[in-house]
């Protein structure tokens, strides 16, 4: 089955505490992204990444980070959490960057950062 | 930049009714038009997308014609069930940076009710 698959789904963690999401797609797809989700804010992108070892920052990359080294594989990284980055979290995928082609999202991760 | 604008909720109808979600755009270029739905607890699935202006997307029941010259998009439905309760999010992707991602609306919160 064709899916993006998220680890943590749900998460509660202290200030500070370095964590990862990872991210997973079984789809060969290139193009991945995170996306944050806030109340009266829609979903924003955080970083993205065209292929292996290409990657950039979205609208609210701060705080982030993120890796490609295989091109299944986006795990996001908080280094030292903040109460500002509780949110639901969003992993995407896509075939590329031609505008047609739709985005497929995981699940999503709920942090909340006490 | 890129920009989407939809109709606030929570929008509350009787199961049976019309459904019209309002969205509209604004864009430079020629994007591609989505609505995406997440059900409660869960992630964000495509309903449906056009790629080109006059493209109607449909599925289970849903429609949303893509009009260039009112830059809109909107969602409608003919009969509503309480299983289309969900929060609804109009989206674009375009030409622009982020890997051409998805700009997001608010979301519109629909509940039908028996």
């Known amino acids: 089955e064709a899916q993006v698959t998220q680890n943590p789904r749900y998460l509660i963690t202290v200030t500070g505490k370095k964590l990862t999401v990872t991210c997973s797609q079984n789809?060969?797809?290139?193009?991945m992204s995170w996306y944050r989700q806030d109340p009266g804010l829609g979903l924003r992108q955080i970083y993205y990444?065209?292929?292996?070892?290409?990657?950039d920052k979205g609208d609210v990359p701060e705080g982030y980070k993120v890796s490609r080294k295989e091109k299944r594989n986006f795990p996001l990284i908080l280094e030292s959490p903040s109460p500002n980055q509780t949110s639901l979290y969003f992993c995407?995928?896509?075939?590329?960057?031609?505008?047609?082609?739709?985005?497929?999202f995981g699940e999503g991760s709920w942090l909340t950062v006490v | 930049g890129n920009s989407v604008t939809q109709m606030e909720g929570p929008v509350t109808l009787s199961e049976e009714a019309f459904l019209t979600i309002n969205c509209t755009y604004t864009a430079t270029g020629y994007p591609s038009l989505f609505w995406y739905v997440q059900y409660p607890g869960e992630g964000l699935q495509l309903l449906l997308k056009a790629t080109k202006a006059d493209d109607k997307g449909s599925n289970k029941g849903f429609e949303a014609t893509y009009r260039k010259e009112t830059t809109s998009f909107h969602l409608e439905k003919g009969s509503v069930q309480v299983s289309d309760s969900a929060v609804y999010f109009c989206?674009?992707?375009?030409?622009?940076?982020?890997?051409?991602?998805?700009?997001f609306g608010t979301g519109t919160q629909l509940k039908v009710e028996l």
């Open positions: 995407a995928s896509s075939p590329g960057r031609f505008s047609g082609n739709t985005i497929y």
């Open positions: 990444s065209m292929n292996v070892e290409v990657t």
């Open positions: 789809m060969n797809h290139e193009y």
């Open positions: 989206a674009l992707r375009g030409l622009t940076g982020g890997g051409n991602k998805l700009t």
